[in-house]
């Protein structure tokens, strides 16, 4: 079947209740009525707020990042005091193991 191009008002109606079976293939072959459909259609309030809940970072976002931060430090510093006890620098550990890098 060959398709007229149809009305805005048909559009708007196709969105709201459905259109004719076949009027997926016309859309998907026609990009005129595609993009005039697009138009026609409004987002969805529920999705924008729904993608927006799941894009955002959590509130205690910073918090948590910092005291992994901080933990992360204390640990370094306690290796580097335990090597500095065993008579080994933490500059030597740390040339060592870029040495490997080379």
Known sequence: M??????KRKLQRWLEEGGPSDVDGHVATCARCAN??????EPV???SAALSA???APDDLVQRLGER????MRN?????????LMGISWR???????????
């Open 2 to 7: 060959r398709w007229l191009h149809p009305s």
């Open 36 to 41: 005039r459909l697009e138009e026609l259609a």
């Open 45 to 47: 309030p529920a999705l």
């Open 54 to 56: 799941s894009l955002q």
């Open 69 to 72: 931060m901080t933990q992360s």
């Open 76 to 84: 370094r510093a306690d290796l580097a005091m335990f090597l500095e």
């Open 92 to 102: 030597t550990v740390q040339n060592l193991m870029t040495e490997d890098d080379r």
